[in-house]
């Protein structure tokens, strides 16, 4: 018997995008360390091109395990042909989460007894299925029909509609799917909506012969006016906190969730600089604040930006070449830059997040990341008053961005502060000082 895996599946997400007007000074820092996926022990990731109710999807693959086990069962709007699906390239996904991804960043503070010229702040930015098939007459009496059946790369695909939940089941069942207990009752109510169901398993032969060491991620391109993601299948199999991260692209602006709330991760806040070798600690225990703060009925915006620019910088923009790798489907010569990215976060288990998500396009053009800021003290001599004043202040301002710090992560304040010390010790302190007079 063969495992289902049911992958999250994201349907029908609408997107949009918005202009970017430059500030007059951009941010004075240096992108230093970034929150990518790999932080997450259980985390899937989907793209979503739309424009319209035309959508491209495309959902990466994080099945551990053996690829002769691997299935997956997504819902879809409508019946998919073989030209409607594709295999994509994982390296596309990489680029989209490097580029968006939450960032550290890092200044310095001038001397105080020569401060820069307002001009002179600027800094440039970091750079055919296998298993026993039955007859259509027992499909038939099962009230399943097969609409579509075909191979895309090493992936065998067969479009199935149902009428009914149990004959599904019984369905996947006879053709070597063990289905996760509670499928039936999480079936129905797709199977109501009238919606199909995308079903896939590995091809070895194909698989073996092209020597790919991963699953690659499976497009699929169809128009519907539904703007929907059912998570609720892929709650099956899931036994811990599910983290799902949605890289929404589109010409118009920025897209959030209407039957949960979308609100933007904590930012800009200032952090001790020892923050800058834990990054990977520090956004974890801020992210896990966050989520339980705001009830754990929420999605987390990480980004929201112009593909044609960033600053800081985690990584470059998409050229035009991988957005089209990456779906985008309306560009032209003279649309090159019209793509807006709109990163979602959402941590999520079977009962605090009973509902598949519902989305919704908005006029908010506004730009967002997720951004935490490092700033280093000045610390070669000053013998004038402003100097005096600067270096009394710091003090202060270590305290400020301990209990930040505290608050943000729920970190004890004691250990943070005793780190907090021998980090601003070692920088006010040059390591000759110990030797020389």
């Keep these: 018997m063969k495992f289902i895996r049911v992958l999250i599946s994201l349907l029908l997400a609408v997107v949009i995008v918005i202009g970017f007007t430059p500030t007059a000074l951009a941010f004075c820092g240096f992108y230093v360390a970034k929150a990518d996926t790999k932080l997450y022990n259980q985390a899937s990731q989907v793209v979503i091109a739309r424009n319209g109710d035309r959508t491209i999807l495309t959902m990466a693959n994080d099945y551990q395990g053996e690829v002769k086990d691997f299935a997956l069962v997504v819902p879809v709007p409508v019946v998919l042909q073989q030209d409607q699906v594709n295999v994509g390239e994982p390296k596309i996904l990489e680029r989209l989460d490097a580029?968006?991804?939450?960032?550290?960043?890092?200044?310095?503070?001038?001397?105080?007894?020569?401060?820069?010229?307002?001009?002179?702040?600027?800094?440039?930015?970091?750079?055919?299925?296998?298993?026993?098939?039955?007859s259509a007459r027992d499909e038939s009496a099962l009230g399943v029909t097969v609409e579509a059946r075909f191979s895309v790369g090493e992936y065998d695909i067969v479009i199935l509609s149902a009428k009914e939940s149990n004959g599904l089941e019984t369905w996947l069942n006879r053709n070597g799917y063990r289905i996760p207990q509670g499928a039936n009752q999480l079936l129905r109510p797709y199977i109501r909506q009238n919606m199909k169901f995308f079903v896939a398993k590995v091809n070895l032969e194909e698989f073996e012969k092209a020597g790919?060491?991963?699953l690659r991620p499976i497009q699929m391109a169809y128009e519907s006016p539904k703007f929907m993601l059912p998570i609720r299948l892929g709650m099956m199999n899931a036994t811990t906190e599910?983290?799902?991260?949605?890289?929404?692209?589109?010409?118009?602006?920025?897209?959030e969730i209407t039957n949960y709330r979308t609100v933007n991760v904590p930012s800009d806040a200032e952090i001790p600089i020892f923050v800058k070798n834990e990054f990977g600690d520090f956004y974890n225990a801020m992210f896990q604040t966050a989520y339980t703060r705001e009830g754990k009925k929420v999605a987390f915006r990480e980004y929201a930006w112009d593909m044609g620019s960033c600053d800081p910088c985690s990584a470059d923009p998409l050229n035009p070449e991988e957005l089209r790798k990456a779906g985008v489907f309306w560009l032209t010569p003279n649309m090159l830059n019209n793509v807006f990215i709109t990163r979602l976060h959402v941590r999520y288990t079977r009962d605090k997040f009973p509902e598949d998500l519902m989305?919704?396009?908005?006029?908010?053009?506004?730009?967002f990341q997720g951004r935490y800021i490092l700033r280093h003290p000045f610390t070669e001599e000053m013998t004038c008053r402003a100097g005096r004043v600067y270096q009394q202040s710091?003090?202060?301002?270590?305290?400020?961005?301990?209990?930040?710090?505290?608050?943000l992560t729920g970190w004890n304040i004691q250990d943070i502060r005793k780190k907090?010390?021998?980090t601003t010790s070692d920088q006010q302190t040059p390591w000759w000082r110990n030797v020389w007079p």
């Design 212 to 214: 790919y060491q991963f």
């Design 394 to 407: 710091l003090s202060q301002r270590f305290e400020q961005e301990a209990q930040t710090l505290a608050k």
């Design 242 to 255: 599910q983290d799902l991260i949605v890289y929404v692209l589109s010409p118009k602006g920025q897209a």
């Design 359 to 367: 989305f919704q396009e908005t006029s908010n053009r506004q730009q």
């Design 420 to 422: 907090t010390s021998v």
């Design 99 to 134: 580029f968006s991804a939450p960032r550290l960043v890092e200044y310095f503070d001038p001397d105080p007894c020569n401060p820069p010229v307002m001009g002179e702040l600027r800094s440039a930015p970091a750079a055919v299925m296998g298993g026993a098939t039955r």
